[in-house]
């Protein structure tokens, strides 16, 4: 049997923008699966005691912490965002095509905005 | 569940637990930007607190089932091959599980 085309070159394919929105949103997921353990880890030193406390504690406070910190959360509120999005979608809120782009635009810009400003003010 | 409707508890409890993760998530934010604990011991009280350590107990158990259902879709599409694909599955599930029971024992050492 003949093998079928394939066109998978993914610097030439052009994804919409709620396709780009879309694939960022299972990448985040995927990460953030894999940075869980660390995450439990980190709770668990920070009540461990004091050593570990002031370990956690420490660590945020310092600059690679707090851009950690930020990349973290700009992951979570992407995932966060967008699937409130899909949430909304699958109640038909924003499925005609215009605004399905805009919302998904308003998704990507919201998400590192939002994770500057809780890096600001925690 | 009928044959017909079989990948409807997968959709429906993605959904579920993602709402109960959102909501706790903002709670979790409002927490530290608002009242961010003081030191361990006020840390300690936060966490180990009836309702809290609920909450967060709850907050992981929901994470553990879906992150397995986001995984489990992520292999399924991008992972043919039969024997690859269990393998992986079998690792996140035993990884998932091992990380519910650290939290709990975590949780459990907490309310102590």
Known sequence: ?122 | MGRKAQGLWAWALQRITAVYLGIFTLYLLAMFIFSPPTGLVDWQQWAGSPLNSLGIMLFFLATLFHSWIGIRDFLIDYIPMLGIRVTMLSLFAFGLLAIGLWVLKIMIMVML
Not at chain 1, 3 to 10: H, K, Q, W
Not at chain 1, 64 to 87: D, E, P, Q, V
Not at chain 1, 95 to 109: C, D, T
Request: zero cysteines; a neutral charge.
């Open chain 1, 1 to 122: 049997m003949q093998s079928r085309p394939v066109f998978l070159n993914m610097l030439q394919i052009r994804l919409p923008i709620p396709g780009i929105m879309s694939i960022l949103h299972r990448a985040s997921g995927v990460l953030m699966v894999l940075l869980t353990a660390l995450l439990v880890w980190l709770l668990d030193q920070s009540l461990s005691g004091e050593e570990g406390y002031a370990l956690v504690a420490g660590f945020f406070g310092s600059i690679i912490g707090k851009l950690s910190l930020f990349i973290f959360l700009w992951m979570l509120m992407h995932h966060l965002f967008a699937g409130i999005r899909y949430l909304l979608l699958d109640i038909d809120v924003g499925i005609e095509k215009i605004p399905a782009r805009y919302s998904a635009l308003a998704v990507m810009v919201a998400a590192p905005l939002v994770a500057a400003l809780l890096v600001g003010v925690m």
